[in-house]
């Protein structure tokens, strides 16, 4: 099942997972397929994707919301989705 990220409730933006290690260091969507050093996900909304937004972040700071790590997808989009209004 593919987990459904809402838009920015900022700024209608797009939201995208972010596939991660277990500490938290960036890996591509293939690494989902063999994660040997752990998996975790987080949100990431892109600066440069959406200027003027007040709580998107720049692609080479890694561009995620907030420091927490999620054991799935579905967590990290409970946790976004939630902060619609
Ligand atoms: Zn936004």
């Known amino acids: 099942m593919k987990e459904y990220l809402k838009p920015c409730p900022f700024c209608g933006g797009e939201a995208k997972f972010g596939v991660t290690d277990h500490e938290g260091n960036d890996r591509d969507d293939e690494y989902e397929n063999d994660p040997w050093?752990?998996?975790?996900?987080?949100?990431?909304?892109?600066?440069?994707?959406?200027?003027?937004?007040?709580?998107?972040?720049?692609?080479?700071?890694?561009?995620?919301?907030?420091?927490?790590?999620?054991?799935?997808?579905?967590e990290a989009a409970e946790a976004w989705n939630k902060r619609q209004g």
Do not use: T
């Open 37 to 74: 050093s752990g998996l975790a996900f987080r949100i990431l909304h892109i600066h440069e994707e959406n200027e003027g937004c007040p709580i998107a972040n720049y692609e080479i700071d890694g561009a995620a919301i907030g420091v927490y790590l999620y054991d799935s997808r579905k």
